[in-house]
C-alpha cells in the first residue's frame, strides 16, 4: 500500500509539476540592429577572430544576454544560398543558414524581421530566411507568407505574466522592401498605423503587456522624426505598455508617455565597421507585475560591441538625456520621469 501511495505520488509530481515562483524579478531585453551577413563586416570578423561569438562581443555583453529570461534582436539580413542583390539598393546583406548558430551564442530568445533588409536577396532567399530560422529553433515575427502572419504576435510568459510582442517597420523613405499582404509575402509595414493599432488592440485584450517594436527613424540622425513620435504615442494610446525602436544606425532620446516607455532608437548593436554608441534596453519585471526601465549604454567597435567604460558610461547617459522628452536615465542608467 505503502509502495502504490509514493508511486501515485511520483506520477503526479511528474505529470503535474509544481508551477515554479515567480522571480524576484525577470529581465526582457532588447538590442538593436544586427547584421551577421557573410558579405558585410560582421560574418567575416567572427570566422577570422576563431572566437564566436566572443569574436564580436565581449563576455558582460554575452552574460547579459544569455542570462535574460527573455533577449530580443533586430534581425536585418536575408538567410539563404540563392538569390541576387535587389536593384537600387546601396547596401544588400545576406548570411547562409549556418550564421544563426550565433543566435544561439547570444541567447537570442525572438528575432525581429520587420526592416528594410530581411528582402535583400528578393523573394525566393527571402522565403528561405523562414525556413532556416524554423530549422534554427528561433521564433521571429514581422514578416510572413502573407500578412496575417506578418502580423502576429509572439506570446510569451515572463515571471507569470502573459506579453505579446508586436514588430512593424515604417523605415524606408523610398519603398523597396514589399509588405505583405493577404496573398503575397513580405513584412509587417506600418507607414498606415491602421493594421498595427488593430493589432495592438487584440493582442491587449488576450495578455497583460503588449511590447510594439518599431523599425522607424531617419538614419544616422539623433533628431525624432514628426511621424515617429506621433505613432510611437498612438501605439501607446491603442493599449502598447512599451514602445521599442530602431532603424537609425545612433541612439535617440526616450520619452515617458502616459506613464509608458518609449525607446525611440537602440541604433547597431553588431551591425558594422563603424564606432558607434549603443544600448541594450533591459526591462526589469517583478513578482507584482511592476517594471523598471534601464539603458545600458555599450559601444560598437571595430566590429566589437563592449560595454562602455565608466567615462563612456557618463557620457552616453548624458546625451541620451540631452534627446529625451519628459523622462531621463540616471547614473545607472535607470529610466525616470522628469
Known amino acids: 500500500m505503502v509502495k502504490k501511495l509514493f508511486l501515485l505520488i511520483f506520477i503526479i509530481l511528474v505529470l503535474f509539476p509544481a508551477a515554479s515562483e515567480p522571480k ?24 577570422a577572430r576563431k572566437k564566436k561569438v566572443l569574436g564580436i562581443l565581449s563576455q558582460d555583453i554575452v552574460d547579459i544576454m544569455t542570462k535574460s529570461d527573455f533577449m530580443v534582436v533586430n534581425s536585418e539580413f536575408a538567410v539563404s544560398r540563392r538569390g541576387k542583390p535587389m536593384e ?29 533588409h530581411v528582402y535583400d536577396y528578393g523573394e525566393e532567399a527571402f522565403l528561405d530566411m523562414f525556413d532556416a530560422f524554423d530549422k534554427a529553433g528561433i521564433p521571429y515575427i514581422g514578416a510572413g507568407h502573407n500578412l496575417e502572419e506578418a502580423m502576429k504576435p509572439y506570446n510569451v510568459v515572463i515571471n507569470g505574466y502573459k506579453f505579446a510582442i508586436l514588430n512593424g517597420s515604417r523605415a524606408e523613405k523610398y519603398r523597396l522592401t514589399p509588405g505583405a499582404t493577404d ?15 488593430n493589432a495592438i488592440k487584440k493582442a491587449k485584450e488576450e495578455n497583460d503587456f503588449v511590447i510594439a517594436v518599431i523599425h522607424f527613424g ?84 571595430e566590429v566589437y560591441t563592449l560595454l562602455a567604460g565608466p567615462e563612456d558610461k557618463v557620457r552616453i547617459i548624458n546625451d541620451i538625456n540631452s534627446w529625451s522628452i519628459n523622462a531621463y536615465l540616471d547614473s545607472d542608467g535607470r529610466m525616470l520621469k522628469k
Open 183 to 197: 496573398t503575397t509575402p513580405g513584412i509587417f509595414l506600418c507607414y498606415d498605423t491602421a493594421n498595427m493599432v
Open 88 to 116: 537600387g539598393k546601396k547596401y544588400t546583406f545576406l548570411a547562409k543558414p549556418e550564421r544563426l548558430n550565433i543566435y544561439h551564442e547570444m541567447g537570442v530568445d525572438l528575432a525581429l524581421l520587420a526592416n528594410n
Open 24 to 47: 524576484k524579478y525577470a529581465t526582457i531585453d532588447f538590442v538593436g540592429d544586427v547584421s551577421l551577413a557573410d558579405n558585410w563586416a560582421v560574418g567575416w570578423r567572427y570566422d
Open 218 to 301: 531617419r538614419e544616422l540622425d539623433h533628431a525624432l522624426e514628426k511621424e515617429q513620435v506621433a505613432s510611437a504615442r498612438l501605439y501607446i494610446d491603442s493599449g502598447a505598455d512599451m514602445v521599442v525602436g530602431h532603424h537609425a544606425h545612433v541612439l535617440h532620446g526616450v520619452e515617458f508617455y502616459k506613464d509608458k516607455p518609449i525607446i525611440y532608437n537602440l541604433g547597431n548593436f553588431i551591425f558594422n565597421a563603424d564606432t558607434v554608441d549603443t544600448a541594450i534596453f533591459e526591462v526589469r519585471l517583478d513578482a507584482d507585475g511592476n517594471m523598471e526601465y534601464y539603458i545600458i549604454p555599450a559601444i560598437q567597435d
